[in-house]
């Protein structure tokens, strides 16, 4: 009996490691090529089959961060980490910060606030499923630390960007510019990347093309962060970090 359960935790083992080394390789190749689909895009496929939906097709159109507007990447950092370019991929001060509140909120009975970065976001968006569970955090932590370990901090912005959910399957800042402003991500104003950036706590709730005033309220909130980050000029402090 002994020895069945060492073969068995001998097998368990070996195929941790061998998916292990399979997310490595995989994120890695992610550093280079454009992801073609999320955990989150095929998740949104598969709800809409399960409703009856066939015809559901998610936008997602992937473009370079040098197409992309710096207006649209200064915002998604005001809005959602605003020390993406320091830290190596938690935010230990907003974790704290979270927690506090949370525990006031929760008897209170008001909604909890997050505290996750735009890494740890990307890697539960491309490879894990929306939920607070203990096991689904420690496998975001996890990968979070492979990708700042192996992308440099352009590329985690750049990725952010291009899968991000802006509305119900509109995925990436292109795709959600041609549909909701018809215009190239490229040209994107201040205003239209703060709105953007606006509906990422809640895109199937709140609509980038008809806002509720909770909306206009966070886009004008973001547009000042936007201005006392420094404008574009603060994204050059991602060129700055150590090579890697």
Do not use: C
Request: without cysteine.
């Amino acid at each position: 009996m002994r020895a069945v359960a060492a073969r068995a935790l001998r097998w368990v083992l070996r195929g941790a490691l061998w998916a292990l080394a399979a997310l490595v390789i995989v994120v890695l190749l992610l550093r280079w090529v454009p992801p073609p689909t999320t955990a989150f895009m095929l998740a949104d496929r598969i709800g809409a089959v399960l409703e009856g939906d066939f015809g559901y097709r998610n936008r997602y159109d992937w473009v370079p961060l040098e197409r992309i507007s710096p207006q649209a990447a200064l915002a998604v950092i005001a809005s959602e980490d605003q020390r993406f370019p320091f830290h190596t991929g938690f935010d230990f001060e907003s974790i704290r910060k979270a927690v506090r509140y949370n525990e006031r909120a929760a008897a209170r009975g008001r909604p909890l606030r997050g505290a996750s970065t735009l890494t740890q976001q990307v890697a539960k968006n491309l490879f894990l499923w929306s939920g607070r569970s203990w096991p689904r955090k420690g496998l975001e932590a996890g990968i979070t630390l492979l990708i700042e370990a192996l992308w440099p901090k352009e590329r985690i912005l750049e990725v952010y960007l291009n899968i991000a959910e802006f509305g119900r399957g509109v995925y990436g800042v292109q795709a959600a510019s041609q549909r909701f402003f018809k215009k190239d991500a490229k040209r994107l104003t201040r205003r239209e990347a703060a709105t953007l950036a606006a509906v990422l706590p809640a895109p199937k709730r709140w609509k980038v093309d008809a806002p509720p005033a909770r909306v206009l309220r966070r886009r004008d909130a973001i547009m000042t962060q936007m201005r006392l980050l420094g404008g574009p000029a603060f994204l050059k402090q991602l060129d700055d970090e150590e090579p890697r």
